[in-house]
C-alpha cells in the first residue's frame, strides 16, 4: 500500500495564517510519498517536521521531483538542505530547473 502524506496544499497566492499549527495554515503544495519519495519541497517541510514532532521524514527522502520552475514548487533552500540532511538526493526536473540546481553538494539531477 502506497503512504502518501500531504506537507501543504497551498499556493503562492494563497491565504497565510500565522499561527502554524491551526488546521488552517496552509504551506507550499509538497507531498512525501512511502517516507522516500518528495515533489515540490519548500521550505515549509522543516518547519512542519518540527511543529508536528515528526522527527525524521525529512532526513528519509531520497528521491525528489520538481514539477515546475515556480516559486511555490522550487526551493533552493529546501533542496540544499535536503541534500545535506539525506547525505545526497536524487532531483527529476526540467533543464531549467536543472540549471538552478545543478551545482548543489549532494544533488545527483536527472531530466
Not at 26 to 38: C, N
Not at 66 to 93: F, K, M, P, Q, W
Amino acid at each position: 500500500m502506497i503512504k502518501l502524506r500531504f506537507i501543504g496544499t497551498g499556493g503562492i497566492g494563497g491565504v497565510r495564517i500565522k499561527n502554524k499549527l491551526s488546521k488552517e495554515y496552509r504551506r507550499f503544495s509538497t507531498f512525501l510519498i512511502d517516507e522516500r519519495i518528495m515533489i515540490d519541497p519548500s521550505e515549509d517541510v522543516f518547519e512542519f517536521e518540527e511543529s508536528f514532532m515528526l522527527s525524521g521524514f525529512t532526513k528519509s527522502a531520497r528521491d525528489v521531483f520538481i514539477t515546475n520552475s515556480s516559486l511555490d514548487h522550487l526551493s533552493i533552500t529546501a533542496i540544499e538542505r535536503l541534500a545535506a540532511v539525506c547525505g545526497g538526493i536524487c532531483v527529476y526536473a526540467t533543464a531549467t530547473v536543472g540549471d538552478e540546481i545543478r551545482e548543489i553538494h549532494g544533488v545527483k539531477f536527472i531530466e
